[in-house]
């Protein structure tokens, strides 16, 4: 007797945000037969009777909870409690033309499905390696915008990098992040800084140089606390994180938040810190 194939055994989720009580929408990132990116809405409360663990544990939630994904060519599909059955259904399946990072200023692009991600910084920021960068083996860090209303932050990020670019501020800008390998750009990477630590009063010099260079160019970062500084032995101190970062800031704002360096070096709270999740 042959035994019956698994349902969506072909998929993987990749990224989840749901309502804690089940009764909100539901959104998933998926892949499907490990190259196609595809995203599904669940209508509120079509899940209702899973906890949240179960909805957000990927293989719960492509084995059991969603039902068998459509095939064809879409990239945006809709599931709801279909109305004579009672069961979660697919209701509707289109191909929409998402948005990505359009200043393309780095010459390298990066397929996402290639890297081997090593340790979760959160469901933006990866650690992880690919075959084409630091000899395979050493981490770089990747960050994408996990869901299509998070592009723009990439963008501006990724100008912020430009702008920065060989100065030796922060990390070493790698290349464009695509969503599969012809894909819209999505993200970026850059190298791992490893075996640094966080800034302290005891760095403020070498703090304080960091930020000035950034603001010379006209760069507030916005976001200063120390876990945002890595010192390492014998190095330069090197900036993180510039997902807030402004451009073209006034002489006010960028003195203004120089003003502040010393008390965010003294914050003893855990404020700004990372806690990284090994895959």
Request: aromatic fraction near 8%; proline fraction near 4%; charge should be negative.
């Given at each position: 007797m042959e035994t019956p194939s698994q349902k969506n055994a072909n998929v993987r989720m990749l990224a989840c945000l749901v309502d804690i009580d089940g009764d909100g929408?539901?959104?998933?990132?998926v892949l499907v037969d490990d190259k196609y990116v595809k995203y599904v809405t669940?209508?509120?409360g079509t899940f209702?009777?899973?906890?949240?663990s179960e909805r957000c544990f990927g293989p719960v939630l492509v084995g059991e909870l969603l039902p068998q994904l459509p095939t064809g060519d879409w990239n945006k599909g809709h599931v709801a409690i279909e109305s004579e059955t009672r069961n979660p259904t697919f209701v509707e399946t289109t191909t929409v033309q998402f948005g990505g990072v359009m200043n393309?200023?780095?010459?390298n692009k990066f397929n996402e499905l290639d890297f081997t991600r090593q340790?979760?910084?959160?469901?933006?920021?990866?650690i992880s390696t690919h075959p084409e960068l630091e000899g395979g083996t050493k981490p770089v860090l990747v960050k994408l915008a996990v869901w299509p209303w998070e592009i723009p932050h990439m963008e501006a990020e990724s100008a912020i990098y430009q702008a920065i670019h060989d100065t030796g501020i922060g990390p070493k800008f790698l290349g464009h992040l695509t969503e599969g390998k012809e894909g819209r750009v999505i993200g970026f990477v850059t190298?791992?800084?490893e075996d640094a630590r966080a800034a302290g009063l005891e760095d403020i010099d070498g703090c304080r140089?960091?930020?000035?260079?950034?603001h010379k160019l006209g760069i507030r970062h916005g976001d200063i606390n120390k876990y945002n500084f890595l010192v390492k032995e014998g190095q330069d101190v090197i900036l993180i994180d510039f997902e807030v970062a402004e451009q073209d800031s006034t002489l006010e704002e960028l003195e203004e938040e120089m003003s502040t360096l010393e008390s965010h070096l003294a914050d003893k709270s855990f404020r700004g810190?990372?806690?990284v999740i090994s895959e």
């Amino acid at each position: 007797m042959e035994t019956p194939s698994q349902k969506n055994a072909n998929v993987r989720m990749l990224a989840c945000l749901v309502d804690i009580d089940g009764d909100g929408e539901g959104d998933y990132r998926v892949l499907v037969d490990d190259k196609y990116v595809k995203y599904v809405t669940t209508a509120p409360g079509t899940f209702r009777d899973a906890d949240e663990s179960e909805r957000c544990f990927g293989p719960v939630l492509v084995g059991e909870l969603l039902p068998q994904l459509p095939t064809g060519d879409w990239n945006k599909g809709h599931v709801a409690i279909e109305s004579e059955t009672r069961n979660p259904t697919f209701v509707e399946t289109t191909t929409v033309q998402f948005g990505g990072v359009m200043n393309l200023w780095h010459e390298n692009k990066f397929n996402e499905l290639d890297f081997t991600r090593q340790d979760c910084v959160g469901q933006r920021v990866h650690i992880s390696t690919h075959p084409e960068l630091e000899g395979g083996t050493k981490p770089v860090l990747v960050k994408l915008a996990v869901w299509p209303w998070e592009i723009p932050h990439m963008e501006a990020e990724s100008a912020i990098y430009q702008a920065i670019h060989d100065t030796g501020i922060g990390p070493k800008f790698l290349g464009h992040l695509t969503e599969g390998k012809e894909g819209r750009v999505i993200g970026f990477v850059t190298e791992w800084i490893e075996d640094a630590r966080a800034a302290g009063l005891e760095d403020i010099d070498g703090c304080r140089k960091a930020l000035s260079q950034l603001h010379k160019l006209g760069i507030r970062h916005g976001d200063i606390n120390k876990y945002n500084f890595l010192v390492k032995e014998g190095q330069d101190v090197i900036l993180i994180d510039f997902e807030v970062a402004e451009q073209d800031s006034t002489l006010e704002e960028l003195e203004e938040e120089m003003s502040t360096l010393e008390s965010h070096l003294a914050d003893k709270s855990f404020r700004g810190g990372i806690e990284v999740i090994s895959e």
